[in-house]
């Protein structure tokens, strides 16, 4: 059974700090992704990533997938309240069409 | 809004009750999912349609029997359902079930059994 196991799962920061959200499993992945969901909304798709070693940027968020496709660390720049909410990162083993979820951390950026 | 709605958005029922969740999705999807989300778990896939046929069933207890009408409606009936099925149950479609289609969830249905 393949598992992605998310650290930390609690996380309280200050705005302005950075920090950085990991997402870690035994098992490759053909692609991998990453989530924000906030209280009350369902998961919003932030990126998905594809190939080992590969690193993409959406704003202050910089996602990297690890080499050997098993594992993937997003970082966020200068937190705002705004990053507050659930990241969940999703993996799709290989030959299959489905994503398995991770175990979540809960960020939550105070003022 | 993410073109995914779903009703209601808060249900609380009896062991011994029926009810259904609704999800429609504005999209003009052909895939649609239905999710468990629980507290102390992550995200658990439970049904999959493509083209209103079911391809996935996770091992779901049939307390839980999906319905899918047309390409746009999902349905999740519900009976004689345990206090551990309380959770959030959310509504997802996407495009197809290709890797790199990207799935549009609902913003849930939170459940309580009592």
């Known amino acids: 059974t393949q598992l992605l196991e998310q650290s930390p799962q609690f996380l309280s920061i200050q705005e302005g700090e950075n920090l950085t959200v990991y997402c870690n499993s035994s098992?490759?992945?053909?692609?991998l992704q990453w989530y924000r969901q906030e209280p009350g909304e369902g998961p919003v798709l932030l990126v998905t990533?594809?190939?080992?070693?590969e690193v993409k940027k959406l704003k202050r968020l910089t996602f990297q997938f690890g080499d050997a496709r098993k594992d993937s660390s997003l970082h966020i720049t200068a937190a705002q309240p705004g990053d507050t909410g659930l990241y969940l990162c999703a993996g799709a083993g290989l030959g299959t069409y489905k994503y398995i979820f991770g175990t979540g951390t809960r960020l939550k950026v105070l003022a | 809004e993410t073109g995914v709605t779903q009703t209601p958005r808060h249900l609380v029922m009896g062991m011994t009750n029926k009810k259904s969740l609704k999800c429609e999705q504005h999209?003009?999807?052909?895939?649609m999912y239905w999710y468990k989300q629980s507290a102390k778990k992550p995200l658990e896939l439970m049904f999959v349609?493509?083209?209103?046929?079911?391809?996935e069933n996770n091992s779901v207890p049939s307390r839980f029997s999906p319905e899918c009408p047309n390409s746009s409606h999902l349905f999740l009936h519900l009976h004689t359902l345990q206090p551990e099925d309380s959770a959030l149950y959310l509504c997802?479609?996407?495009?197809?079930?290709?890797?790199?289609?990207?799935?549009?969830f609902g913003p849930g249905t939170r459940l309580t059994v009592l």
């Open positions: 997802a479609s996407s495009p197809g079930t290709a890797l790199a289609d990207t799935q549009y």
């Open positions: 990533v594809v190939t080992g070693g």
């Open positions: 349609y493509s083209l209103e046929e079911r391809v």
């Open positions: 999209l003009g999807h052909n895939a």
């Open positions: 098992s490759v992945f053909s692609s």
